[in-house]
């Protein structure tokens, strides 16, 4: 019998992540009735990546409101998925990682008694409030849950602990799917072809953690380091947050070597971290990308949910601290033989295959399903 499935998904990173699944799923019509569900908690850093891949979702709640808070994101999605569930009545609900979009995703599924699937399931920290709220985000998703996809041996080993119920399998991360794909791409870009070779700094900051003082020493470490470095260019993608923007203009903006610009779609994205000598950021995905580019990763956060990137070398926490961030980049670019240590990393975050793993793991779900029936 064919299994209903509603995908759903908010934000830039789960789209980014989500979207394979979601066409390797379209690839079955037999075994799967798939229904794309989006919420628009982010609206034009969603529709970036629904554009760049030509994907029309069948319902869009629109919800992204300026400055939207957790409280106000969650209300208003619990009744929209309520009336989906309600209306629908799909057989699994697949969410992917920790955002607000997840959970209520997870929870309402959870309500309606219908089966929870958990792509990118198992990262923790355990710091209830790092990152926040996503810690205990996907926590909470992994109870609703009963499959789970989990991209890491670790993540296993973590869901394992917490005597989830259900099935897990390691798949790798769905977001090495995509990198894979887009940097497949013919991509040309008269701003990036300017870049000198090896002389690209990528900056992006966007936790809720870090927002404030944190950001503060975040940006006036770029202010010294743009001067040091005359000659580098730092790049940063400025995410759409309002209080974001205003802060990275107030400290960031004439500086001629610093490059404040808009989100780049992610095609672009992936061919900019290509280019890019040293990476900092505090953002989840990027950490998973940048060992399958051999590029080191100075991560703005004092805790990684990616101790695997950590492992294999080419992610560093740093924190924000100004003088850390300042000393690590200036040793990163002074010392070869130590930029060199980074960069010989092996991607543990899987071979491009997550999405078919994560799909044939459904159907033959779906097979041993009917077989138990059948008897
Ligand atoms: C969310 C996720 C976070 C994820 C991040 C990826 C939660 C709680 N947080 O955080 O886990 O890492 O997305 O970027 O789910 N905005 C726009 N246009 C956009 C996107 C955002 O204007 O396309 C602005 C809006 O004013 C919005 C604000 O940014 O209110 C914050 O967006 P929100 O989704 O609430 O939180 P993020 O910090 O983006
Ligand atoms: N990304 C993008 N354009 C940008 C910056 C990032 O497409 O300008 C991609 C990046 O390659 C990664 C994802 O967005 O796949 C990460 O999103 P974000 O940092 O917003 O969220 P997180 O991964 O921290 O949840």
């Known amino acids: 019998m064919k299994k209903k499935v509603i995908v759903t998904f908010g934000t830039r990173p789960e789209a980014i992540k989500m979207i394979p699944v979601y066409q390797e799923l379209l690839k079955y019509p037999d075994n799967f009735d798939v229904t794309l569900v989006v919420t628009?908690?982010?609206?034009?850093?969603?529709?970036?990546?629904?554009?760049?891949?030509?994907?029309?979702?069948?319902?869009?709640?629109?919800?992204m409101r300026p400055n939207q808070s957790l409280t106000e994101v969650t209300n208003i999605l619990q009744l929209k998925y309520d009336e989906l569930y309600t209306k629908e009545r799909p057989d699994l609900v697949l969410v992917h990682g920790d955002t607000t979009t997840a959970l209520v995703a997870a929870f309402e599924a959870?309500?309606?008694?219908?089966?929870?699937?958990?792509?990118?399931?198992?990262?923790?920290?355990y710091e209830r409030y790092n990152p926040f709220p996503e810690e205990l985000n996907r926590q909470l998703i992994g109870r609703f849950a009963t499959f789970h996809f989990a991209p890491t041996l670790k993540a296993k080993e973590?869901?394992?602990?917490?005597?989830?119920?259900?099935?897990?399998?390691?798949?790798?991360?769905?977001?090495?799917?995509?990198?894979?794909?887009?940097?497949?791409?013919?991509?040309?870009?008269?701003?990036?072809?300017?870049?000198?070779?090896?002389?690209?700094?990528?900056?992006?900051?966007?936790?809720?953690?870090?927002?404030?003082?944190?950001?503060?020493?975040?940006?006036?470490?770029?202010?010294?380091?743009?001067?040091?470095w005359p000659d580098y260019a730092i790049v940063y993608p400025v995410h759409m947050n309002p209080k974001i923007t205003k802060m990275a203009h107030q400290f960031l903006e004439g500086l001629p070597n610093v490059h404040l610009i808009p989100p780049l779609e992610v095609?672009?994205?992936?061919?900019?971290?290509k280019k890019a000598k040293i990476i900092l950021t505090d953002s989840g995905g990027i950490q998973e990308e940048a060992p399958s580019l051999g590029k080191p990763v100075l991560v703005l956060r004092g805790t990684t949910e990616r101790p695997e990137g950590v492992a294999s070398g080419t992610l560093k926490l740093v924190g924000t601290n100004q003088e850390t961030i300042v000393g690590e980049v200036n040793r990163l670019l002074?010392?070869?033989?130590?930029?060199?240590?980074?960069?010989?990393?092996?991607?543990?975050?899987?071979?491009?295959?997550a999405s078919v793993q994560i799909v044939k793991a459904l159907k033959l779900m779906q097979k041993t399903q009917e077989e138990v029936n059948i008897r």
């Open 40 to 63: 628009g908690q982010h609206r034009e850093m969603l529709d970036q990546v629904l554009d760049i891949y030509q994907i029309t979702p069948d319902i869009d709640f629109n919800i």
């Open 110 to 125: 959870f309500y309606h008694k219908i089966e929870v699937g958990h792509v990118e399931a198992g990262l923790r920290t």
């Open 158 to 228: 973590n869901l394992l602990k917490e005597r989830v119920q259900g099935k897990i399998w390691v798949t790798g991360n769905t977001g090495i799917d995509t990198l894979f794909l887009n940097l497949k791409k013919k991509y040309e870009d008269t701003f990036l072809d300017q870049i000198v070779e090896g002389k690209m700094i990528i900056l992006t900051t966007h936790r809720r953690e870090n927002l404030g003082e944190s950001m503060e020493h975040i940006f006036l470490a770029i202010k010294k380091l743009s001067k040091k």
């Open 267 to 273: 095609v672009a994205f992936h061919h900019y971290l």
């Open 334 to 353: 002074e010392e070869p033989s130590y930029y060199q240590t980074f960069t010989n990393a092996k991607n543990p975050y899987g071979d491009g295959t």
